[in-house]
């Protein structure tokens, strides 16, 4: 099992050129008029482009972070495929617990790859029905999930569904807010490739709540 703290913050240091202005006694003094003087311009600096085959902390946190939303969806969804009572909704917990299972897995085996560490979802303890996992952009309320997944009957196939849009929604802020800091090549791919699906995906389960509910 690979363990680390997730979600750590990332320390950006901004430099910038500070300058006295003169004052009006200084400029008496010196022979000078305001007009005279000439403004101090600052100095723009351009960061350096990232090389996309390595990976830095921001890389590692955001793939942390996407494997732990991931396995949410999963979860949220094993719990419609065995209790949902429409078999429509069963059938779709199923392919969406398929799918985000696969997507978690994506960012483990990069992480491994770059031998850094993570945590999974359940290796957070469970109060209330809802493990306690870090909050983020990304991640649904704990007590939301908690809810949800100590609920029963039809309350099930409605709240599935209401949860699988918000935790779409979440992962385009997720991806806004942590992805714009990453540049490893491989993972930003993948994050335009995720942010379209996720926006299709929205409309899909919008349209499925009015249809089947």
Not at 75 to 87: E, H, Q, R, V
Not at 119 to 135: A, S, V
Not at 153 to 169: A, R
Request: charged share 25%; glycine share 6%.
């Amino acid at each position: 099992m690979h363990k680390v703290l997730v979600g750590g913050a990332l320390l950006v240091i901004i430099t910038g050129a500070a300058f006295l202005t003169p004052t009006i006694q200084d400029l008496i003094s010196n022979n000078q008029t305001p007009a005279k003087v000439a403004a101090s311009k600052t100095e723009t600096k351009v960061a350096e482009p990232r090389d996309p085959k390595t990976h830095d902390f921001s890389d590692v946190d955001y793939a942390q972070k996407k494997l732990i939303h991931h396995q949410l969806g999963a979860m949220i969804a094993d719990k419609a495929k065995t209790d949902a009572t429409k078999p429509e909704i069963r059938q779709i917990a199923e392919q969406v617990s398929s799918q985000e299972t696969e997507r978690a897995n994506v960012y483990a085996t990069l992480l491994t790859s770059w031998n850094e560490s993570y945590l999974n979802i359940t290796d957070f303890p469970e109060t209330g029905g809802c493990n306690g996992y870090p909050t983020f952009s990304g991640m649904l309320p704990h007590l939301d999930v908690g809810k949800y997944r100590l609920s029963s009957g039809e309350s099930v196939d409605t709240t599935f569904l209401t949860l699988l849009i918000e935790h779409h929604k979440k992962a385009t802020d997720l991806v806004k807010l942590e992805g714009a800091k990453i540049g490893f090549g491989e993972l930003v791919k993948l994050r335009e490739i995720s942010q379209k699906e996720y926006k299709a995906e929205i409309s899909t389960f919008e349209t499925l709540q009015k249809s089947v509910l």
